[in-house]
């Protein structure tokens, strides 16, 4: 375990007895509601100081809630420094409303409209997309990129379209561990981080893996290219949770990046698990 408290970059909470999420009925045993008293008790084996909330993918008529939800966890338990809520960034230059609703909300740093699920991989390249990421830049917010890597082509060139943006990739890029991919995504991967405004979480990568039977040397590949991508400065810790706990507890994930980082120097160490987070949420610690 570190030998000093983290900072969670990725974290998820959710009551759907007050915010509706659809998605959570066919999601077998996240169904249901995971509070910052469950996410204790299953980190407990690890010094957590601070969380970056992440949304979601509450229905799009929750989003604003969610979003002043979290506020008022946060007003209770100060360890979640910043918010990363969701916004319909696809509906163009009408997402502004939005935004400015968000920015009432002290804690927002970011913002995340999934793209995963997108059937056509070239989604955020769309106008109305494009647009929308434009009316985003003027809030001065980092967008969280959560994608496959089906979509890491894409997610190359809209980068390159908005040099002054703060974008953050989730999950590494969801590689295809299932599938044995490592190719494209891994030279993709190294082509994203040439451009220098995309910070990786390192995150959700046992979730890509064969839940039940994953081993560290699976996907230690993965984490490693993403290591090299982009280097001790541009690379955090993230949990996932509860989302991860598919496949690994959260100490377990813990325990798995320890293994794979292992002869990181202690001032890169802190990086991934500090300072990076620090840096690109802005966070107040």
Not at 51 to 69: G, H, I, N, Q, S
Request: aromatic share 10%; hydrophobic share 45%; charged share 25%.
């Amino acid at each position: 375990m570190p030998s000093f408290p983290i900072i969670d970059s990725h974290l998820h909470i959710w009551r759907p007895d007050l915010i509706d999420i659809s998605w959570l009925n066919s999601a077998g045993k996240l169904n249901r509601g995971f509070t910052l008293q469950d996410f204790d008790e299953a980190s407990a084996a690890v010094e957590v100081e601070a969380m970056v909330f992440v949304e979601c993918d509450v229905d799009e008529t929750a989003t604003l809630a969610e979003a002043r939800w979290v506020a008022d966890v946060a007003r209770q338990d100060h360890r979640i420094r910043a918010i990363v809520a969701q916004a319909p960034i696809h509906k163009g230059d009408a997402v502004r409303g939005h935004l400015e609703k968000l920015r009432d909300i002290a804690l927002m740093r970011g913002v995340r409209r999934l793209l995963q699920q997108e059937a056509d991989a070239d989604f955020a390249l769309r106008p109305d997309f494009i647009d929308g990421l434009k009316a985003l830049s003027e809030f001065g917010w980092s967008f969280d990129i959560c994608i496959t890597y089906r979509q890491m082509e894409s997610t190359i060139k809209l980068v390159r379209r908005f040099p002054e943006m703060r974008f953050v990739l989730d999950h590494i890029g969801k590689p295809g561990i299932r599938e044995h991919r490592f190719q494209p995504w891994a030279d993709q991967m190294k082509e994203l981080a040439r451009s220098g405004n995309v910070v990786c979480k390192l995150s959700g990568v046992a979730t890509e893996a064969e839940h039940a039977h994953w081993t560290v040397s699976d996907i230690e590949p993965f984490m490693t290219t993403a290591l090299e991508a982009f280097g001790t400065k541009r690379l955090m810790f993230a949990g996932d949770w509860p989302v991860a706990t598919n496949a690994v507890s959260y100490v377990g994930w813990v325990q798995a990046v320890d293994e794979v980082m292992s002869k990181l120097s202690g001032s890169e160490l802190r990086a991934l698990y500090r300072d990076n987070a620090i840096e690109t949420y802005k966070l107040n610690v």
